[in-house]
C-alpha cells in the first residue's frame, strides 16, 4: 500500500521529530515530575490517542478544514491555549504533600493524566496543521489508496511517538518521585510545573500558523 522507499524516508523523518523535544514532550515531563512514572506514560498514552485522531482526520481530508477556515485555526488556538493556563493554575496552586496525590487518587489520577494529555494535543491546531503538511510528503498517489497512505504514516508516528515519549514520561515520573520525597522541592516541582504549561499555553497563543 505504501512505496517502501518513501516509507523508508518517512521513518528516518518521523524518528528525529519523535526525539527532538516539544511541546508534547515538555508536557508530559511535566505530568511525569507531578504525578509519578504511570501519570507521564498516561500523559503520553493520551498525547498518542490524540494523535491518532489526527490521524485519522489526516487520511479523511478532514484537517484541511483548518487551511480553509482560519477562523477555526484560531478559535481551537485559544481554547487550547486556555486549558493549558487551566492546568498552570491548578499546578501552582497544589499543596498536597509527596504522595498524597497517587495515594488518593488512584485510577482517577491516571485518567485524569490521560485525558489531559489528549485534550492539550486536541486542542493544538499546529498539530492538525503539521500532518496536512508533513504526511503527504510521504505518499505516492501513483498506488492508489492515498487514504489508506496517509493512515498508515499517520499510525506509525503514533507508534513510535508514543515509545519514545511513554519512555520519558516513566523516566521523569521515577526521578520525580525521589525528588517529591521532600515538601518543600515537591513544591517548587509544582511550580515548574505550573511555569511550563503556562509557557506552552503562551507559545499556542502568541505564534501564528
Known amino acids: 500500500m505504501v512505496d517502501m522507499n518513501l516509507y523508508a524516508a518517512f521513518l528516518v523523518a518521523a524518528f528525529a521529530l519523535c526525539v527532538a523535544p516539544g511541546p508534547d514532550m515538555m508536557f508530559i515531563v511535566a505530568m511525569g515530575s507531578r504525578g509519578g512514572p504511570a501519570a507521564g506514560v498516561m500523559a503520553a498514552f493520551g498525547v498518542a490517542c490524540a494523535m491518532l485522531v489526527h490521524a ?3 487520511a479523511l481530508g478532514l484537517s484541511a478544514l483548518f487551511t480553509t477556515l482560519p477562523t477555526l485555526y484560531h478559535v481551537l488556538r485559544w481554547v487550547g491555549a486556555a486549558y493549558l493556563l487551566y492546568l498552570a493554575v491548578k499546578a501552582f496552586r497544589d499543596r498536597s504533600v509527596p504522595g ?31 500532518n496536512v503538511a508533513f504526511l503527504p510528503q510521504f505518499v505516492n498517489p501513483s498506488l492508489g489508496h492515498v487514504p489508506g497512505q ?4 499517520g499510525c506509525t508516528i503514533v507508534v513510535m511517538g508514543f515509545l519514545w515519549d511513554g519512555t520519558v514520561g516513566l523516566a521523569s515520573g521515577r526521578l520525580g518521585n525521589l525528588l517529591r520525597r521532600s515538601p518543600r522541592v515537591n513544591r517548587w516541582m509544582n511550580i515548574v510545573s505550573g511555569t511550563v504549561f503556562t509557557g506552552l499555553a503562551v507559545r ?3 505564534t501564528p500558523k
Open 56 to 58: 485519522v482526520a489526516a
Open 204 to 206: 499556542l497563543a502568541a
Open 150 to 153: 496517509l493512515l498508515v504514516l
Open 100 to 130: 498524597e496525590e497517587g495515594a488518593a487518587g488512584g485510577g482517577s489520577g491516571m485518567r485524569r493524566a490521560f485525558w489531559q494529555g489528549a485534550v492539550t494535543n486536541l486542542l493544538n491546531p499546529k498539530v492538525i496543521l503539521f
